[in-house]
């Protein structure tokens, strides 16, 4: 996987920090030129694991909110368990496949 452009950013912030700003280290992970180097893939790992949580967050509140609409479908079952079922199928989709290119 490729870093994105704010991945070479934070390393390039971080070689910033311990050698300057117009260090070779700096300068050159901000042009790309150091993509394979392990503290810009840590960068983009961490990026990745945190966009990976933020959609498990996000998919759990959808699947809560079928579960909260199911509720209100005493007077139709069947509408509230389709309710029931959307939130379960929310709840198995696999997050690392919706940023997947």
Do not use: C
């Amino acid at each position: 996987m490729t870093p994105t452009q704010e991945d070479r950013e934070a390393a390039a912030d971080y070689f910033a920090l311990l050698h300057g700003e117009t260090s070779n280290q700096s300068v050159n992970a901000r042009r790309g030129n150091m993509d394979d180097l392990p503290t810009v893939q840590a960068f983009m790992r961490h990026r990745l694991a945190a966009e990976e949580r933020g959609a498990k967050m996000a998919l759990e509140a959808a699947a809560k909110v079928f579960e909260a609409e199911a509720d209100t479908w005493v007077q139709t079952p069947l509408r509230g368990a389709m309710k029931r079922k959307g939130a379960i199928a929310i709840r198995q989709i696999d997050t690392a496949s919706l940023g997947a290119e």
